[in-house]
């Protein structure tokens, strides 16, 4: 008796009848998304930023995790003990702010993680933001060469966004 072959896979999606077509890829996009990072970077970096300083101060986002189902990760944070309960009622506000970074709902659980104020291993763990950046900024003559380097843009938004990264990098060259 002569064996059938087996189905291919495509034969094998039409089987089981009507599936979503990000299902079918949703194991890729993922994978693809964990090894960039770049939201998850920019949350860690720009997080007063993006949840607002007062929440800024008592929270630290620690990580991201995605379960099976590939869509709607889970953001733990850190949070100062006392400040939780604030924090909980914040977690619907928190969630939205974060979603708006990476643009699409990536986000569909805030999790919360008590620890003391300076966290368990010897205060390494502040909850306070870094210093400035010296004491008035990057000098008049940087910021004129930045403001140049971006005048051509028209969109206001853009202009200073390249601004900022042309202050940057001629701050990082002054200070080499």
Known sequence: ???????????????????????LV???VRRAGESRGFAVARLVTHWAEVVGPEIARITRPVKVGYGQGG??????L?????????VEMQKAR??????????????????LTQTAATGFAEGQARFTPGPAAGPGGPSPETRAR??????????????AALE?????ILTRAEKK
Do not use: C, W
């Open 1 to 23: 008796m002569a064996r059938r072959p087996a189905p291919s896979p495509s034969a094998q999606h039409r089987m089981r009848g009507f599936e979503p077509a990000f299902s």
């Open 26 to 28: 949703s194991g890729q």
């Open 71 to 76: 869509m709607g990760g889970t953001l733990t």
């Open 78 to 86: 850190l949070v100062q003990g006392a400040m939780a309960p604030v």
């Open 94 to 111: 928190i969630r939205e702010k974060v979603n708006a970074v990476y643009g699409y709902n990536a986000i569909s659980r805030v999790i």
């Open 146 to 159: 930045a403001a140049q380097t971006a005048e051509a843009i028209a969109d206001p938004g853009l202009r």
């Open 164 to 168: 900022l990264l042309a202050r940057n």
